[in-house]
């Protein structure tokens, strides 16, 4: 920890970090910072549902496309259940992903107002429950005390969403952003399959399908790894597993219907 002049500002590093704390005669409570953070909080939203749905465009349609192909179908069949798939499936992950954070964000708003009528039931009572939270975090009882009176002159309905409740602004339900990350990730997955169609024979689209896909799903764990900031390698091979297998178990599934419909 680097300390300045107390005279006029503190410079505090940690880590990531730096802050500029003001002197109050100069600007009362500002809080500057001179360098951005660089948290990932903030992404988990829109990288969950986009995550989600590249890596369900890629095996839900491959797997069709494979499953209709073991069947011994051609090139129109194939063609027509995979535009299939794909156009529902993006419509699918977008509804899904719209109505399933609407509830959260539900939710949300209905702790958001329960929360406020205790503030205007017993604001004394919500400020000894605060200052309790912040002395269960390890700060002195004097300490806590006069934080959670300093946060409720600030806001105190804003003060225990975050530290009662855990909700801020990073992390509030956003349902037409899960949406369209959803669907328009899920289409971008969903067409890589379609290069297999590329090949002259039922064997080798088969072939070329599978390994378009199983590519594409490293690389989508790849990114999402680097983008959520852990090592990449544990998503890109678990994807790479489950979707190999979700196409082997569609493919024989296919053959084996078409074997029984001879």
Same mark, same amino acid.
């Given at each position: 920890m680097v300390y300045g002049d107390v005279h006029s500002a503190t410079k505090i590093k940690t880590g990531r970090r730096e802050y500029e704390l003001v002197d109050s005669r100069q600007q009362h409570g500002e809080v500057r910072k001179r360098h951005p953070e660089g948290h990932l909080a903030e992404r988990a939203g829109w990288l969950r549902a986009a995550v989600l749905g590249a890596d369900d465009g890629l095996v839900s349609v491959s797997s069709i496309m494979v499953g209709v192909a073991a069947s011994g179908a051609g090139l129109a069949p194939i063609l027509t259940a995979g535009a299939a798939g794909l156009m529902a499936g993006a419509m699918s992950m977008a509804a899904g992903e719209y109505v399933s954070v609407s509830a959260q964000k539900d939710v949300e708003l209905a702790d958001r107002l329960r929360e406020q009528a205790e503030q205007e039931e017993d604001p004394e009572g919500e400020l000894r429950e605060l200052a309790a939270i912040y002395q269960s975090r390890g700060l002195s009882r004097d300490l806590a005390e006069q934080v959670a009176v300093a946060l409720h002159a600030a806001g105190p309905l804003e003060a225990h969403l975050r530290d009662e409740i855990g909700q801020t602004s990073d992390? +509030?339900?956003?349902?037409?952003?899960?949406? @369209?990350?959803? +669907?328009?990730?899920?289409?971008?997955?969903? @067409?890589?399959?379609?290069?297999?169609?590329l090949a002259g024979t039922t064997l080798s689209r088969i072939i070329v399908i599978v390994c378009v896909t199983l590519i594409g799903l490293v690389v989508s764990g790849v990114l999402s790894g680097r983008l959520s900031g852990t090592p990449p390698m544990k998503p890109a091979l678990r994807l790479f597993l489950g979707g190999g297998a979700a196409m082997l178990i569609t493919g024989l599934v296919g053959q084996l219907v078409h074997q029984i419909s001879l």
């Open positions: 992390t +509030a339900a956003r349902p037409m952003q899960a949406a @369209l990350a959803s +669907a328009s990730s899920f289409f971008i997955g969903g @067409l890589v399959p379609f290069l297999g169609m």
